[in-house]
């Protein structure tokens, strides 16, 4: 397997996304993806815990499609 297809084949695995503000800045947001819909509530509940906004879903091209808003991300990152 050549380097590219590996890097093709492990952004294709990761499914999930959270994009934040990290603490100290105003405007730039920045985002993590993540492989399953878990390890994207987990790394929510830490952002959460630093009281920065959140919104998180899933990427293209993986369905269903899925968007978290900022007033639900506290809910769905609690949920199971």
Do not use: C
Not at 7 to 31: C, D, H, I, N
């Amino acid at each position: 397997m050549t380097r590219k297809s590996h890097q093709a084949m492990s952004v294709l695995a990761k499914k999930w996304y959270v994009s934040f503000v990290p603490e100290g800045r105003q405007v730039k947001r920045t985002a993590k993806t993540f492989e399953t819909e878990s390890e994207a509530k987990a790394f929510a509940l830490k952002v959460l815990a630093r009281g920065l906004a959140l919104t998180a879903g899933t990427l293209n091209p993986h369905l269903p499609k899925r968007t978290i808003s900022w007033p639900d991300a506290k809910i769905w990152a609690h949920s199971e």
